[in-house]
C-alpha cells in the first residue's frame, strides 16, 4: 500500500485540520479528510441553490438507518481515522435514529462530527440529547436569519441538555452560497476540468448508498438521475467490501487524487461561472 504524507496531503485544507496526534500509530494508515453523511432528503427548508439539492427530491425520505450503519463499518474496516463527518440532509433532526449514527461515529474512528442543522427543529428524544454529548460532536446551526424560525429554542435546549453547539453565519464575504448552475454538460478539456477541479473549494466527499462521491452535488445529482450514473464518478464501497485490500487501494487514490472526475464537467463551482447567491432564498416549486 502508499505511505501517504498526510500532513503535507491536507496542509492546505480549511475545512479541517490535522496534527500529528491524529495519525494512527499503524502500519500505512488510512486516513480520510472530511466526509458528508447524508441521512435524509427530507427538509422543512426549500432552499434555492441549495448545494445538495434538496428541493429538487419529490418524494423526500429518510434514509435507511441499516444502510448507513452498513456503509460506516465497512468503510471502518479499512479506514483508521476519519477527521471530519458531517451528518445531514436535509434536516437530520428528522431522521429517528440519529441518535445510533451518532454513536456509531466513535471518538477512535472520528475526530470531529458535526450535526448540521438549520435551526428549525428542536430535538427532545432523550436517547438523541444523551448522544449529542459524545465528546466529539458538534451541533452546528446554520443561520438562517428569518427561516432559522427556532433557533432560539434550539440553542436553548443544547444548553440545558450541555451539547456543545456553534452557530454558522453567513456574511458578505465569508460563507457564501453559490450558483453551480445547471446539469449540462459543458464540454470543458481535460486541461479546463483539472483547473476548475484545482479550484474548486469543496473538499469533502459525501456517500449515498454505498458509493463515495468527490462531493455533495455529484453524489445527490446521481441519486437523483440529474447526471448519468457513471461509476467512474464513485468507489463502490459495498461492491468491494468482501476484497479489504483493493476497497482500501481505491481509497487511497480517492484521497490522494488531484484530477477531475467527470461529474464537474456538469458544475460550474471552481470557474468564472460560478457566482455568488443569496444565501438559503426559498423557493416555491422546482423543475427538474
Sequence with gaps: MTKIDYISLFKQKKSYKITNEDIPNVDNPLIIGCLDLPITTMCTLKCKNCSSLMPYYQHPTLFSTEVILKQLDVLFSVVDKILRVNVLGGEPFLHKDLDKIIRKLSPDKVKKVLIITNGTVVPKNKELLLALRQKNVEVRISDYKSVSINMISLKEQLEVNMIHYTIKSFGKDSFNWYDFGDFSNRGRTT??????????????????????????????????????????????????????????????????????????????????????????????????
Design 191 to 288: 486541461e479546463e476540468l483539472n483547473k476548475q477541479y484545482l479550484n474548486c473549494d469543496v473538499e469533502w466527499g459525501s456517500i449515498i448508498d454505498g458509493k463515495l462521491f468527490p462531493c455533495p452535488r455529484s453524489a445527490h445529482a446521481t441519486d437523483l438521475g440529474l447526471i448519468s450514473n457513471d461509476s467512474s464518478n464513485y468507489i463502490n464501497i459495498f461492491k468491494l467490501s468482501s476484497d479489504k485490500s483493493q476497497l482500501k487501494k481505491q481509497l487511497e487514490n480517492f484521497i490522494i487524487n488531484d484530477k477531475a472526475f467527470n461529474c464537474c464537467n456538469y458544475c460550474d463551482r471552481g470557474t468564472s461561472s460560478c457566482k455568488k447567491v443569496k444565501v438559503a432564498e426559498q423557493i416555491i416549486s422546482i423543475n427538474k
